[in-house]
T-cell receptor
Framework: SQKIEQNSEALNIQEGKTATLTCNYTNYSPAYLQWYRQDPGRGPVFLLL?????KEKRKERLKVTFDTTLKQSLFHITASQPADSATYLCALGDDGGNNRLAFGKGNQVVVIP | NAGVTQTPKFRVLKTGQSMTLLCAQDMNHEYMYWYRQDPGMGLRLIHYSVGEGTTAKGEVPDGYNVSRLKKQNFLLGLESAAPSQTSVYFCASSPQRGGYNEQFFGPGTRLTVL
């Protein structure tokens, strides 16, 4: 069965450093991958989308890479700030045409001032 | 523009009781989804809809029913609640436009079944 893995341990990082999160998947051939941010008690909020034929996407201080050979996506937050503290979810989508997603369990980031 | 709203925000049920969760979106999105989120399990898709009058099963549909009588509303029903249905429920919507699109989530409903 398909599996999407994100690190269950929280990532504690000093303010100003780059936070890097990993999303690995097996038994899946996604057409695209998305990253969401979730704050406690709130719904996820979309951050970035990357397609299978794209290697890298950037948005402000965020960068996502997608390696379909390694079956892995990396999510980077550069110059991290305490306001970046949240849980980050990766989600995989297929070509089914209904924008249906399969989510990872999420990885918490704590930025220490 | 309210986006995606969910009613109620919190609810406590006794085993065997029924209830309906309401999701409404004002973005004219075609697609709508119901998820549950449990500690250590992540978001799991319960049911989804690709348009008014249509519904389909997701990953964990058992014990739930849905209806999409109007494009802007997506209802999730629990006919006979069980403690295993204690969870946070999220509704989401997504537009139908060319390419791949993001989902917009509501604030969630925290349900406890005693």
């Amino acid at each position: 069965s398909q599996k999407i893995e994100q690190n269950s341990e929280a990532l504690n990082i000093q303010e100003g450093k780059t936070a890097t999160l990993t999303c690995n998947y097996t038994n899946y051939s996604p057409a695209y991958l998305q990253w969401y941010r979730q704050d406690p008690g709130r719904g996820p909020v979309f951050l970035l989308l990357i397609r299978e034929n794209e290697k890298e996407k950037r948005k402000e201080r965020l960068k996502v890479t997608f390696d379909t050979t390694l079956k892995q996506s990396l999510f980077h937050i550069t110059a991290s700030q305490p306001a970046d503290s949240a849980t980050y979810l990766c989600a995989l989508g297929d070509d089914g045409g209904n924008n249906r997603l399969a989510f990872g369990k999420g990885n918490q980031v704590v930025v220490i001032p | 523009n309210a986006g995606v709203t969910q009613t109620p925000k919190f609810r406590v049920l006794k085993t065997g009781q029924s209830m309906t969760l309401l999701c409404a979106q004002d973005m004219n999105h075609e697609y709508m989804y119901w998820y549950r989120q449990d500690p250590g399990m992540g978001l799991r898709l319960i049911h989804y809809s690709v348009g008014e009058g249509t519904t389909a099963k997701g990953e964990v549909p058992d014990g739930y029913n849905v209806s999409r009588l109007k494009k802007q509303n997506f209802l999730l029903g629990l006919e006979s609640a069980a403690p295993s249905q204690t969870s946070v429920y999220f509704c989401a919507s997504s537009p139908q436009r060319g390419g791949y699109n993001e989902q917009f989530f509501g604030p969630g409903t925290r349900l406890t079944v005693l």
